[in-house]
């Protein structure tokens, strides 16, 4: 079955470390996505991706980095700079087209003390 | 510029009643409309979409969406309740492409309880 996978399902980091959040897709999308949920406050786009080696920031790109070096994996670094990294992340794909809905994982939840 | 509301933050239900879960968006183009569901600690799944083929949409889980022009609004029904139905619901529009890129454009959700 085609779909993105997310891993790992919970992340715990201290304070001041850089974490890398994986996210892989099988069903041939070029366009990729990253968002952030908090309680209340819906999905905030972080970074986005039409394409192999090319990403544009998102609402909230501040403090998280990407990459996008194949076409299946597009990884999401938060770091150190991120004021308040704690929150369930959340990676998506889609097919050309505005009506071409998005295509989720089941996320990842980082918890940072 | 597109935007989507979704009145009420939370809404409780009894098993068997109906459910309507309300959206309205701005748009200034014919908007693509979607309803997404969550279920805690999962990522959101689709549960319809209206691209303009017809305004009476159903979708999976025996969920259906009206889309109402004069209103603005693409509310979310469902005739009886299940207990199965308490997740957060999440309405989308589909805002025109913007630098070469076409995004959603979320509601803040409405978290559904269906108590027995």
């Known amino acids: 079955d085609g779909g993105i996978t997310q891993s790992p399902k919970y992340l715990f980091r201290k304070e001041g470390q850089n974490v890398t959040l994986s996210c892989e897709q099988n069903?041939?999308?070029?366009?990729m996505y990253w968002y952030r949920q908090d309680p209340g406050q819906g999905l905030r786009l972080i970074y986005y991706?039409?394409?192999?080696?090319?990403?544009q920031k998102g609402d909230i790109a501040e403090g998280y980095s990407v990459s996008r070096e194949k076409k299946e994996s597009f990884p999401l670094t938060v770091t150190s700079a991120q004021k308040n990294p704690t929150a369930f992340y959340l990676c998506?794909?889609?097919?050309?087209?505005?009506?071409?809905?998005?295509?989720f994982g089941n996320g990842t939840r980082l918890t940072v003390t | 510029a597109q935007s989507v509301t979704q009145l009420g933050s939370h809404v409780s239900v009894s098993e068997g009643a109906l459910v309507l879960l309300r959206c309205n968006y701005s748009?200034?183009?014919?908007?693509?409309l979607f309803w997404y569901v969550q279920y805690p600690n999962q990522g959101l799944q689709l549960l319809l979409k209206y691209t303009s083929a017809a305004t009476l949409v159903k979708g999976i889980n025996g969920f259906e969406a009206e889309f109402k022009k004069s209103e603005t609004s693409f509310h979310l029904t469902k005739p009886s309740a299940h207990m199965s139905d308490a997740a957060e619901y999440f309405c989308a529009v589909s805002a025109a492409p913007s630098g070469g890129y076409n995004k959603l454009i979320f509601g803040a959700g409405t978290r559904l309880a269906v108590h027995p």
């Open positions: 998506a794909s889609k097919d050309p087209g505005m009506n071409s809905p998005l295509h």
């Open positions: 069903l041939n999308h070029d366009a």
């Open positions: 748009s200034s183009v014919p908007p693509y």
């Open positions: 991706s039409q394409i192999v080696n090319d990403f």
